[in-house]
DNA sequence: AACTCGGGGTG
DNA sequence: CACCCAGAGTT
């Protein structure tokens, strides 16, 4: 048996029940790629579901305010991912009628859709001969191969794409394309993957010269940054606090936050004190205190924020404050909806 | 080619 | 703690 008829036969055999596993309708099969581009199935399918009580058809989608679907996305990651979904929404309503275009080439033009995306939508909706390469199908080529070139190298990245096009079953793309990703995440594991059973393991290179758990290769990952936030929650007479909308290119983009100061070091109350006013214009020196005691670390993956949460009590009243109860309509990061969730208990 | 962009699961 | 996840876009 070759490679591609051994993954057919294996997918035949174990492949999971998905909501998107029986449907070609691109909608969904897009719907369901965007949500999984660096996520785990059990921690996107949730959304999938979501999305799709919501927003039925990508008409429903595009008549949507960019703020529903950010809500919605909340606590996903990858923001751009429910920004450029919902711009290609209106994209395929507008100019395309509401249909997808129904090729590689035409769907590599629209915002959020990439090589893997597009060849997914491709060869899952459309049965044309493109091979997906994810982080599953680097895993399971670089072993069964033995290929030791790095995966996130320039020279990587063409080898695998052209390989995984040389093995692929042209007659049955789309079942090709997910069983070997999900081959890669069932089988082929990254850590203790269980050689002995699986069905390749006659003619899998990595296995026969131990390299299994040494490949893929992958090129050394960038530093981890430290910053320290200073969360500014306002409260004013009439129980209202601020909130603030991320502008411009960034984390967290076009999402909404409590006025912050932002620093490279940890700040201490007098000198958030002495900082107030770059952020805040506030008539009288209001009452500040912390809320709670030492930092909160959020931890993405370049990125850790060790983060204080201010109180910062007025006797003014504020023009634009929004009501604690309203909060929860706004999208927001993990990191400042924990928060909320916390002081709403301690308040009430 | 190197960086940025999130949050959660796993051993 | 390091590594990984059905990657894309920008610099």
């Known amino acids: 048996m070759t490679f591609s008829e051994t993954i057919l036969s294996w997918y035949r055999e174990n492949k999971r029940e998905l909501p998107w596993r029986d449907t070609k309708d691109p909608y969904r099969i897009w719907l369901s790629e965007i949500i999984l581009q660096q996520t785990r199935i059990a921690q996107g399918t949730p959304y999938y579901e979501k999305f799709l009580a919501n927003f039925p058809t990508i008409e429903h989608l595009s008549n949507a305010t960019e703020a529903e679907v950010l809500k919605l996305w909340q606590g996903l990651g990858y923001y751009?991912?429910?920004?450029?979904?919902?711009?290609?929404?209106?994209?395929?309503?507008?100019?395309?009628?509401?249909?997808?275009p129904s090729n590689y080439i035409e769907l590599m033009g629209l915002k959020g859709?990439?090589?893997?995306?597009?060849?997914?939508?491709?060869?899952?909706?459309?049965?044309?001969?493109?091979?997906?390469?994810?982080?599953?199908?680097?895993?399971?080529?670089?072993?069964?191969?033995?290929?030791?070139?790095?995966?996130?190298?320039?020279?990587?990245?063409?080898?695998?794409?052209?390989?995984?096009?040389?093995?692929?079953?042209?007659?049955?793309?789309?079942?090709?394309?997910?069983?070997?990703?999900?081959?890669?995440?069932?089988?082929?594991?990254p850590k203790s993957p269980d050689c002995p059973r699986c069905p390749l393991n006659k003619s899998c290179l990595a296995l026969q010269k131990n390299l299994v758990d040494r490949l893929?290769?992958?090129?050394?990952?960038?530093?981890?940054?430290?910053?320290?936030?200073?969360?500014?929650?306002?409260?004013?007479?009439?129980?209202?606090?601020?909130?603030?909308?991320?502008?411009?290119?960034?984390?967290?983009?076009?999402?909404?936050?409590?006025?912050?100061?932002?620093?490279?070091?940890?700040?201490?109350?007098k000198q958030v004190e002495s900082s107030l006013s770059e952020?805040?214009?506030?008539?009288?020196?209001?009452?500040?205190?912390?809320?709670?005691?030492?930092?909160?670390?959020?931890?993405?993956?370049?990125?850790?924020?060790?983060?204080?949460?201010?109180?910062?009590?007025?006797?003014?009243?504020?023009?634009?404050?929004v009501a604690l109860s309203d909060l929860e309509h706004y999208p927001v990061p993990v990191l400042v909806a924990n928060f909320i969730s916390s002081f709403k208990n301690h308040y009430f």
Request: hydrophobic content about 35%; charged content about 25%; glycine content about 8%.
């Open 279 to 321: 952020v805040l214009q506030l008539e009288e020196p209001p009452l500040v205190y912390q809320y709670g005691k030492g930092q909160v670390v959020h931890k993405l993956s370049h990125l850790h924020l060790h983060t204080k949460f201010w109180v910062v009590e007025t006797c003014a009243e504020l023009k634009n404050g």
């Open 216 to 269: 893929p290769v992958k090129m050394g990952r960038i530093k981890v940054r430290k910053r320290y936030f200073n969360y500014l929650v306002v409260m004013d007479r009439a129980g209202k606090t601020q909130l603030r909308q991320r502008l411009g290119k960034g984390i967290w983009e076009n999402l909404y936050e409590f006025p912050k100061l932002d620093s490279d070091r940890e700040l201490k109350q």
């Open 80 to 100: 751009s991912r429910a920004r450029n979904l919902h711009a290609t929404s209106k994209t395929v309503v507008q100019k395309y009628g509401g249909k997808f």
């Open 113 to 189: 859709i990439g090589d893997y995306t597009a060849s997914a939508i491709a060869s899952i909706c459309f049965d044309e001969p493109r091979a997906v390469v994810d982080g599953n199908v680097y895993r399971v080529l670089s072993r069964y191969f033995g290929v030791e070139i790095p995966i996130n190298s320039t020279k990587g990245v063409k080898y695998f794409k052209a390989l995984a096009q040389s093995v692929m079953d042209a007659e049955h793309i789309g079942d090709y394309n997910q069983g070997t990703m999900e081959f890669g995440a069932v089988q082929c594991v």
